[in-house]
């Protein structure tokens, strides 16, 4: 059997398991376990042997008009707005030898922030809020991640399973969190096709993420210039 046909028996099984996914819930109240943008283009390009420790920046700003009621822990609010700055650091080993012909990274996942909430109405229980405010600076939870990629010229091939250990702050009482609130599964993959002389990128991802007894999936494609 050839590295290509083990590849894609591999990527076969994946959506499979995709296909069998149960109907999503959001994150309770917490920071949410994907952020736009985590994972780039160039996602699927092999990594180069030895250690690595990317280093991301990541900020969400956005809200909830007042008609649109939302679940934060143990509280239900309108009118929310909240605001996440945060600064994410991934220490990454590739080890020389390949696996099934492709590139393994091993990665561990985690970063330093602030959220700030704001509700119009909160309810908890038989307590009405108005106008409440809270805020909170820490850590988040930790992701690890193992990844396997391939290289055939300007198309690049990737898998990965990653995870949520729910170590960072957190409190079902609060509005801002950091951390998830519970641990969560990720089984996904990416094809992006590199064209070296214009430094471009098409990515096609696929994603399979489980929460507890809940799971989701999406599809999309974008594109880079440099």
Do not use: C
């Amino acid at each position: 059997m050839t590295h290509k046909t083990r590849r894609t028996s591999f990527l076969a099984t994946l959506f499979l398991a995709g296909g069998l996914a149960l109907p999503a819930s959001a994150d309770e109240g917490g920071v949410a376990f994907w952020f736009s943008g985590q994972y780039g283009s160039f996602a699927a390009v092999p990594a180069t042997p030895g250690w690595s420790v990317p280093i991301q920046g990541y900020r969400y700003g956005g809200g909830a008009s007042g008609s649109k009621q939302l679940k934060r822990g143990n509280t239900a609010t309108a009118n929310l707005n909240s605001t996440v700055p945060l600064l994410m650091a991934q220490p990454t080993y590739a080890p020389e030898t390949k696996l099934w012909g492709g590139q393994l990274a091993i990665g561990l996942g985690f970063g330093w922030g602030n959220n700030t909430t704001d509700a119009g109405l909160a309810v908890t229980g038989i307590t009405t809020e108005l106008d409440r405010s809270d805020s909170v600076t820490g850590f988040t939870d930790l992701y690890p991640i193992v990844s396997l990629a391939w290289n055939e010229g300007n198309n690049n091939w990737m898998t990965y399973i990653t995870g949520d250990i729910p170590t960072g702050d957190y409190d079902s009482s609060r509005l801002a969190n950091i951390g998830i609130g519970h641990g969560a599964v990720d089984v996904g993959g990416g094809i992006p096709i590199l064209t070296q002389q214009r430094a471009s990128s098409f990515p096609l991802s696929w994603a399979s993420p489980t929460t507890l007894k809940t799971a989701t999936r999406g599809i999309g494609t974008g594109s880079t210039h440099t």
